[in-house]
């Protein structure tokens, strides 16, 4: 499985901004999907999931409100739509997949990675 992530920038606090995951090769193994980010000097953190059968997701509390993941099963990709964007959230966010269905906050739980995108929050 490949991970193409897309969509980063640079954007001011209160910005939207939306990234794109697609996934290619043996997507049948993409059963949940995830966005984690990583900050410099910080460990990689889980952001938001979902699951490809019915659609349940899960957030991290920081996003809860302000973040919506969603996918499209027929192109394979998955979106984070981030809204009221803080500097807190600069970092590399990066896609994950894996074909356990159960969802994770864990990193050690997705066996796909895509390259990750940088976004930028100026305040």
């Known amino acids: 499985v490949q991970l193409q992530a897309s969509g980063g920038g640079l954007v001011q606090a209160g910005d939207s901004l939306k990234l794109s995951c697609a996934a290619s090769?043996?997507?049948?193994?993409?059963?949940?999907m995830a966005w984690f980010r990583q900050a410099p000097g910080k460990e990689r953190e889980f952001v938001a999931a979902?699951?490809?059968?019915?659609?349940?997701?899960l957030y991290a509390d920081s996003v809860k409100g302000r973040f919506t993941i969603s996918r499209d099963n027929a192109q394979n990709t998955v979106y984070l739509q981030m809204n009221s964007l803080e500097p807190e959230d600069t970092a590399v966010y990066y896609c994950a997949a894996d074909s356990n269905i159960r969802l994770s906050t864990l990193v050690a739980e997705y066996d796909y990675w895509g390259q990750g995108t940088q976004v930028t929050v100026s305040s």
């Open positions: 979902i699951n490809r059968i019915f659609s349940n997701t």
């Open positions: 090769g043996r997507t049948s193994s993409t059963y949940k």
